[in-house]
T-cell receptor
Framework: DSGVTQTPKHLITATGQRVTLRCSPRSGDLSVYWYQQSLDQGLQFLIQYYNGEERAKGNILERFSAQQFPDLHSELNLSSLELGDSALYFC?????????????FGEGSWLTVV | AQSVTQLDSHVSVSEGTPVLLRCNYSSSYSPSLFWYVQHPNKGLQLLLKYTSAATLVKGINGFEAEFKKSETSFHLTKPSAHMSDAAEYFCVVRLGGYQKVTFGTGTKLQVIP
C-alpha cells in the first residue's frame, strides 16, 4: 500500500458527461501528480500541483482540469467525455519537489466512457 | 530537456534465468533515476531509485540497477527470474526543482515456466 488513495476505483459513464476523480496523497506529501494510462498512448503526464499551486503541465486536454485543495487532496475533472478518454488515471504524490523524492502512486481510477 | 529510452518493449526469459531490462537517459544535469513495476490492473510500485549516492542500487524483490554516467544508462537486472516478476517495468528520470517526471515507454517482461 503506497498510502495514496484514489476514488472511485471504477467508473462507467456516457459520452458528453463530466466526472471527477479524487486523490488523497500520502500523509505529509505536498506534491500531487496526475497521469493517464491508455493502451495506445502509454503513460502520459497530465499535471502536477505543489501545496495548492499548479507547478507543471503535460499533455492535459482543455476539457480536463485539476486542483489541489488546502487539505492537499486533489481532484481531476474530466468534461465533455469522449470514447478516447477511457483510460486508467493515476494520482501520485511526493514529499516536495526535490528530484530525489520518490513518487508514490495510487492504484488508479478506471474510467470507461461508453 | 530530459528523456528516457527503454530499448525493449518486450522481454521474454525463462524462469530461473537472468533478467536485463535496458534504460538509457538523456539529461543536461545529474538526474535522479527510478524503476517502477506495474502488475496487471495494479498501480505503479517503486522498485529502486538512484539519487547520486552509490552507483549500484539494490531494490525490492532481488532487483538491482547500475548507474553508468559514461553510458547514460540505468539498466535493471535480476539474477534469477521468478514467475511473479512478469509485469511491465518503467524507467523514470527526474531532475530537481519543478521539472516534471519523464517516464519511459515501458518494458513488458514475460517469464516462461
Amino acid at each position: 500500500d503506497s498510502g495514496v488513495t484514489q476514488t472511485p476505483k471504477h467508473l462507467i459513464t456516457a459520452t458528453g458527461q463530466r466526472v471527477t476523480l479524487r486523490c488523497s496523497p500520502r500523509s505529509g506529501d505536498l506534491s500531487v501528480y496526475w497521469y493517464q494510462q491508455s493502451l495506445d498512448q502509454g503513460l502520459q503526464f497530465l499535471i502536477q500541483y505543489y501545496n495548492g499551486e499548479e507547478r507543471a503541465k503535460g499533455n492535459i486536454l482543455e476539457r480536463f482540469s485539476a486542483q489541489q485543495f488546502p487539505d492537499l487532496h486533489s481532484e481531476l475533472n474530466l468534461s465533455s467525455l469522449e470514447l478516447g478518454d477511457s483510460a486508467l488515471y493515476f494520482c501520485a504524490s511526493s514529499p516536495a519537489l526535490l528530484g530525489r523524492d520518490t513518487i508514490y502512486f495510487g492504484e488508479g481510477s478506471w474510467l470507461t466512457v461508453v | 530537456a530530459q528523456s528516457v529510452t527503454q530499448l525493449d518493449s518486450h522481454v521474454s526469459v525463462s524462469e530461473g534465468t537472468p533478467v536485463l531490462l535496458r534504460c538509457n537517459y538523456s539529461s543536461s544535469y545529474s538526474p535522479s533515476l527510478f524503476w517502477y513495476v506495474q502488475h496487471p490492473n495494479k498501480g505503479l510500485q517503486l522498485l529502486l531509485k538512484y539519487t547520486s549516492a552509490a552507483t549500484l542500487v539494490k531494490g525490492i524483490n532481488g532487483f538491482e540497477a547500475e548507474f553508468k554516467k559514461s553510458e547514460t544508462s540505468f539498466h535493471l537486472t535480476k539474477p534469477s527470474a521468478h514467475m511473479s516478476d512478469a509485469a511491465e517495468y518503467f524507467c523514470v528520470v527526474r531532475l530537481g526543482g519543478y521539472q516534471k517526471v519523464t517516464f519511459g515507454t515501458g518494458t513488458k517482461l514475460q517469464v516462461i515456466p
